[in-house]
Antibody, heavy 119, light 108 residues
């Protein structure tokens, strides 16, 4: 069974930094591109970032480009999101998501970790 | 960047058919994927590649895509189908992943 477990979400002040983690199990982690998707309270889904199976390619939403860094450690079956220069608008539930075989949709999601940016 | 437009809400009586649309410029040339999200839960994939269903998703859920509109159809709607539904595409221009704004399905 595929499992994705996010952690690291806390309350942080504007301008602060945070590192989210996603522990993956139940599948061959280094076979898949992985993504972070977020959802602000009461709002819709917003794609944040993706990383290729080997970490060689990364992409970011314009809203986080230059502030967030996605990475992975295939030896630990783990995905990460380093978040710097946090803003109040970054407050959201952050989901780790695994793509399906076609690569363009999200077949599995974690339960999310909540990041609150507030003074 | 590519924009997907969904109606904010759709209401339907139990047993009837719900149709949720997702509009985008020439969306028929892209593969559209649909997610169901119930309150307090993570999204669940219900349709991928326009009209395919993951294992475990009832046949009542179906999808179509043509021209500028993709549609998620839920037949014989049940109370348990009440949720938010999101469409999603992969776009090669700016942000590679684009979500629609979501549609709240209310079962009357």
């Amino acid at each position: 069974e595929v499992q994705l477990v996010e952690s690291g979400g806390v309350v942080v002040q504007p301008g602060g930094s945070l590192r989210l983690s996603c522990a993956a199990s139940g599948f061959t982690f280094d076979d898949y591109t992985m993504h972070w998707v977020r959802q602000a309270p009461g709002k819709g889904l917003e794609w944040v970032s993706l990383i290729s199976w080997d970490g060689g390619s990364t992409y970011y939403a314009d809203s986080v480009k230059g502030r967030f860094t996605i990475s992975r450690d295939n030896s630990k079956n783990s995905l990460y999101l380093q978040m710097n220069s946090l803003r109040t608008e970054d407050t959201a539930l952050y989901y780790c998501a695994k793509v399906g075989r076609g690569g363009e949709y999200f077949q599995h999601w974690g339960q999310g970790t909540l990041v609150t940016v507030s003074s | 960047s590519y924009v997907l437009t969904q109606p904010p809400s759709v209401s339907v009586a139990p047993g009837q058919t719900a149709r949720i649309t997702c509009g985008g410029n020439n969306i028929g040339s892209k593969s559209v994927h649909w997610y169901q999200q119930k309150p307090g839960q993570a999204p669940v994939l219900v349709v991928y590649d326009d009209s395919d269903r993951p294992s475990g998703i009832p046949e009542r859920f179906s999808g179509s895509n043509s021209g500028n509109t993709a549609t998620l159809t839920i037949s014989r709607v049940e109370a348990g189908d009440e949720a938010d539904y999101y469409c999603q595409v992969w776009d090669s221009s700016s942000d590679p992943v684009v979500f629609g704004g979501g549609t709240k399905l209310t079962v009357l």
